[in-house]
């Protein structure tokens, strides 16, 4: 079996070699020429980076950061049917994510973040049901974000930001119901925020900034009680800020900013207790500044400029004794 792992014969001149288990991968990677060999060869310099259970089976590849050049299309992926945690970021890894990377029916958590890999996310992923963390963060990836990411029930954490992903983003992500990090930020995503977001109660962060989203912000968004963070800006969303937001009492940050909201800012924003940042500013917003934004107990910065609004500014604001920033500018 190539992912056994066995006890390595002497050492010769002090010079470390790699166990069992190690020595089959080199072999196995510098065996397969082309496009592979840059990588297989830089990958010999790492190998306290390969971790063996008790059992002999490779179960952790982390070559974060390793200087590797090359294509994952020379791995064996069938070879390791143990491996679990695959740490690969950082890298000059090029081309297409493989569909054999599907044959990691074990993985648990894969980062493959900041490269340059390129093409569509394979809908095959859906068959890596085990997995909990998908990096893919910082690459080239184009095309669609695939409706079966919806079959990855146990994925707790989701990056897909700064790729060149458009369309729209997919109802499927509502059946995630342990996804507690959303990040989307930095694509070419359009059509509006589906409703089904708000079946993801676990939702921790939530980063969608700087697409092209539009519609309105969905209700639903109102059930999301442990989130913290949530990113919407410099985007086309509009119509008005729902007031099921004003249900978020963990909310830190709430960023609408640059987008088209109109209407009037809801009253419900002032039990948002812990937030301390709220961006509004450069929407169409309408109507008065609500005065329950003076029980904002917790703010440091407060921008809601560059909209409509008008009236006098609240007595009320005066009781936000942590405020560091105001900005009020039409």
């Known amino acids: 079996m190539w992912d056994s792992c066995t006890m390595s014969m002497p050492t010769l001149a002090k010079r470390k070699k790699p166990c069992g288990c190690q020595a089959k991968i080199q072999y196995r990677l510098q065996g ?17 980076s390969i971790t063996c259970n008790q059992a002999g089976s490779v179960i952790s590849l982390d ?5 590797l050049k090359g294509t994952l299309h020379e791995f064996s992926f069938l070879s390791l049917p143990n491996l679990a945690y695959v740490y690969l970021s950082m890298n000059e890894l090029f081309g297409t994510i493989p569909i054999e990377i599907s044959g990691f029916s074990k993985l648990i958590y894969l980062d493959l973040s900041f490269n340059k890999l390129s093409r569509e996310i394979p ?25 079966e990411i919806g079959h990855l029930k146990s ?18 992500l509502g059946n995630l119901i342990n996804l507690a990090y959303l990040y989307l930020r930095n694509n070419q995503l359009s059509c509006s925020i589906p409703s089904e977001i708000g079946n993801l109660s676990n939702l921790i962060d939530v980063d969608m900034k700087n697409n092209s989203l539009t519609g309105p912000i969905p209700s639903s968004i109102g059930n999301l009680e442990q989130l913290t963070w949530l990113n919407i ?3 086309q969303i509009s119509g008005s800020i729902p007031l099921e937001i004003g249900n978020l009492k963990s909310l830190n940050s709430l960023r609408l900013q640059t987008n088209n909201l109109s209407c009037s800012i809801p009253s419900s924003l002032g039990a948002l207790s812990n937030l301390t940042f709220l961006h509004l500013f450069n929407n169409q917003l309408s109507s008065t500044i609500p005065k329950e934004l ?11 400029g560059r909209n409509h609004l008008n009236g006098t500014v609240p007595v009320s604001l005066g009781n936000l004794s942590h405020l560091e920033l105001l900005f009020l500018k039409r």
């Open 32 to 48: 397969q020429g082309g496009p592979g060999t840059t990588l297989a060869i830089r990958w010999r310099r790492h190998w306290s």
């Open 294 to 304: 003076g029980n904002l107990k917790s703010i440091t910065n407060l921008q809601l």
């Open 123 to 147: 809908p095959q992923i859906r068959l890596l049901t085990n997995l909990e963390a998908l990096h893919l963060g910082e690459n080239q990836l184009n095309g669609s974000v695939p409706l």
């Open 155 to 172: 994925l707790v954490y989701l990056s897909l930001h700064a790729n060149d992903l458009h369309g729209c983003i997919p109802n499927s």
């Open 63 to 67: 070559l974060t950061n390793s200087g």
């Open 233 to 235: 800006y410099q985007n």
